[in-house]
């Protein structure tokens, strides 16, 4: 299973294997992990899931589709060029080891 590390703006670290095909999102709420909140299900249709990804997966991941691309332009915290949205991105063994930071807020 693919190891995910979530930092959360404080600093706490969460270390999480998923199964295969979760995505990040559900890794994070199904765990207790405070900074996403995942209000439309993982739908693309709310940006609270917002994370940052470690640059060393950004070329692993593929590029955002327009709604997510969209989706961004409405995150509470500020965009960077390493955003994502979390219900976007599945857990999958080429990821294992990826790490993402939540921003400081998500609505």
């Not at 199964?19 to 739908?43: D, F, K, R, V």
């Not at 899931?49 to 997966?57: A, G, K, L, P, T």
């Not at 409405?74 to 390493?82: D, E, G, L, V, W």
Request: aromatic residues 4%; negative net charge.
């Amino acid at each position: 299973m693919p190891t995910v590390t979530y930092i959360e703006h404080d600093g706490t670290e969460h270390r999480v294997e998923l199964p295969a095909g979760w995505t990040l999102m559900q890794g994070a709420t199904l765990n207790g992990i405070n900074g996403i909140e995942g209000e439309c299900g993982g739908s693309c249709g709310c940006a609270t899931c917002h994370v940052y990804v470690d640059e060393s997966f950004l070329d692993k991941l593929d590029p955002p589709s327009e709604t997510e691309a969209e989706m961004l332009e409405c995150t509470s915290s500020p965009r960077q060029a390493n955003s994502r949205l979390g219900c976007q991105i599945k857990a999958m063994p080429e990821l294992d080891g990826i790490v993402v930071r939540l921003p400081e807020t998500q609505s």
